[in-house]
């Protein structure tokens, strides 16, 4: 079988899917764009130019190529726009997350990939995310008997982190955080239980004066087979970053995070007693942006 030929878009994010395709048994990673190429020293440009992977010097170059693929990178508000125009070159597309940045946009994308025929992703990382898959693996097994309630957080701390003095704080971009990296803990939820019937949200602003939206929030949703869940999302908390997820169980409790290098488990099945509940730990790789996977 021919090795696909992966383009990629956007090279910060883009990084990591650029190293997957290169180092992938079948795939090929056969041209890079980044509109900063030149005067961004965040890019390890060492990587392409060792590795003598062409640099297109426009995206309509990429669109042009011979690439299977084209994979999205970019800052969010150009999602749509790439993803619809990589799909119309008949390329088939790997979109990072969020899928754009308004429901009508979502819904021109989806068009444009009926229309082509091609095979579309998002790039919900937490899907393959090690400790993620487990847990999923374990509910699935009953472990923790019927699934009743869980949380999912997505906090971090931008206030200084490079790109929230650029994009991510342009209020013309008006960049929303419970889409940007909320979407990494709804969509964990949605994996594991289901699409909610019933959403409802609420934010402040208390950390981040200058930023365009609301810094902080919290989602509650009802899913199928009457299961609550609740998501938490911040980008101005003081404590480094975690996607801490709980997931509860009639019969047990399990506690995970993409950055933690064990899962744990609650059984009650194996313990004589209430007093005597206690979890035990399961080691787990990390891999928190395992595009590889993807």
Same mark, same amino acid.
């Given at each position: 079988?021919?090795?696909?030929?992966?383009?990629?878009?956007?090279?910060?994010?883009?990084?990591?899917?650029?190293?997957?395709?290169?180092?992938?048994?079948?795939?090929?990673?056969?041209?890079?764009?980044?509109?900063?190429?030149?005067?961004?020293?965040?890019?390890?440009?060492?990587?392409?130019?060792?590795?003598?992977?062409?640099?297109?010097?426009?995206?309509?170059?990429?669109?042009?190529?011979?690439?299977?693929?084209?994979?999205?990178?970019?800052?969010?508000?150009?999602?749509?726009?790439?993803?619809?125009?990589?799909?119309?070159?008949?390329?088939?597309?790997?979109?990072?997350?969020?899928?754009?940045?308004?429901?009508?946009?979502?819904?021109?994308?989806?068009?444009?990939?009926?229309?082509?025929?091609?095979?579309?992703?998002?790039?919900?990382?937490?899907?393959?995310?090690?400790?993620?898959?487990?847990?999923?693996?374990?509910?699935?097994?009953?472990?923790?008997?019927?699934?009743?309630?869980?949380?999912?957080?997505?906090?971090?701390?931008? @206030?200084? +982190?490079? /790109?929230?003095?650029?994009?991510?704080?342009?209020?013309? *971009?008006?960049?929303? !955080?419970?889409? $940007?990296? #909320?979407?990494?803990?709804?969509?964990?939820?949605?994996?594991?239980?289901?699409?909610?019937?019933?959403?409802?949200?609420?934010?402040?602003?208390?950390?981040?004066?200058?930023?365009? @939206?609301? +810094?902080? /929030?919290?989602?509650?949703?009802?899913?199928?087979?009457? *299961?609550?869940?609740? !998501?938490?999302? $911040?980008? #101005?908390?003081?404590?480094?970053?975690?996607?801490?997820?709980?997931?509860?169980?009639?019969?047990?409790?399990?506690?995970?995070?993409?950055?933690?290098?064990?899962?744990?488990?609650?059984?009650?099945?194996?313990?004589?007693?209430?007093?005597?509940?206690?979890?035990?730990?399961?080691?787990?790789?990390?891999? $928190?942006?395992?595009?590889?996977?993807?």
């Amino acid at each position: 079988m021919a090795k696909l030929k992966v383009a990629v878009i956007g090279l910060r994010m883009g990084a990591a899917w650029a190293t997957a395709a290169h180092t992938q048994p079948n795939t090929i990673l056969s041209l890079v764009y980044d509109k900063f190429y030149a005067e961004n020293d965040r890019i390890n440009k060492s990587f392409f130019v060792d590795n003598q992977i062409p640099i297109a010097k426009s995206e309509e170059e990429v669109y042009a190529s011979d690439a299977d693929i084209v994979v999205i990178a970019s800052p969010d508000h150009f999602h749509c726009e790439q993803s619809i125009k990589a799909l119309r070159a008949g390329k088939h597309v790997a979109c990072e997350k969020p899928l754009a940045s308004n429901l009508d946009e979502c819904r021109q994308i989806i068009a444009a990939v009926k229309e082509s025929g091609k095979f579309f992703m998002t790039g919900q990382v937490c899907r393959y995310a090690p400790g993620f898959v487990l847990a999923k693996h374990l509910l699935a097994e009953g472990r923790i008997g019927e699934l009743v309630y869980l949380e999912s957080e997505h906090a971090q701390d931008y @206030t200084h +982190d490079l /790109g929230f003095q650029n994009w991510r704080s342009d209020r013309a *971009v008006n960049r929303h !955080v419970l889409l $940007s990296g #909320g979407c990494h803990a709804m969509d964990l939820m949605r994996w594991l239980a289901g699409d909610p019937s019933e959403v409802f949200c609420y934010m402040n602003q208390k950390y981040l004066p200058d930023c365009p @939206t609301p +810094d902080t /929030g919290v989602a509650v949703a009802k899913f199928p087979a009457d *299961v609550l869940g609740r !998501v938490f999302v $911040s980008v #101005g908390v003081k404590r480094p970053y975690t996607m801490r997820t709980v997931i509860n169980g009639t019969q047990g409790t399990i506690i995970c995070d993409n950055t933690s290098e064990k899962i744990q488990i609650c059984e009650a099945s194996s313990c004589q007693a209430a007093q005597k509940l206690a979890f035990a730990e399961i080691p787990v790789q990390t891999a $928190s942006h395992n595009v590889a996977s993807e």
